[in-house]
């Protein structure tokens, strides 16, 4: 069984920072692309940014200048540094890990954090 816990959520002042952390742990034989979704009240869960096993990353266009992800393999753990916060980005955000079950043939599943809240006033 994986366990994924995120932290470093909380409320902040609109143009102010935040870094979200999200580790993986358990029964893990490897992972191929980890990342961050949010969900607003009253709306669909979105893409924030996702990166991949070779380094290679993908944003949403909200938040492409001013957000950056990163993750360390060895520690299983994501991360995304969020700046110049603005009141829309308020939301739970959810960390997202795709395990990697066998290589040959290739299969993996997804599974998600609980989310962290993410308050920013204006």
């Known amino acids: 069984q994986v366990h994924v816990v995120e932290s470093g959520g909380g409320l902040v002042q609109a143009g102010e920072s935040l870094r979200l952390s999200c580790a993986a742990s358990?029964?893990?034989?490897?992972?191929?692309?980890m990342g961050w979704y949010r969900q607003a009240p009253g709306k669909q869960r979105e893409l924030v940014a996702t990166i991949h096993s070779t380094g290679s990353t993908n944003y949403a266009d909200s938040v492409k200048s001013r957000f950056s992800i990163s993750r360390d393999s060895a520690k299983n753990t994501v991360y995304l540094q969020m700046n110049s916060l603005k009141a829309e980005d308020t939301a739970v955000y959810y960390c997202y890990v795709e395990i990697v079950k066998t290589r040959v043939p290739y299969a993996s599943y997804d599974t998600w954090g609980q989310g962290t809240q993410v308050t920013v006033s204006s």
């Open positions: 358990g029964s893990i034989f490897s992972i191929n692309t």
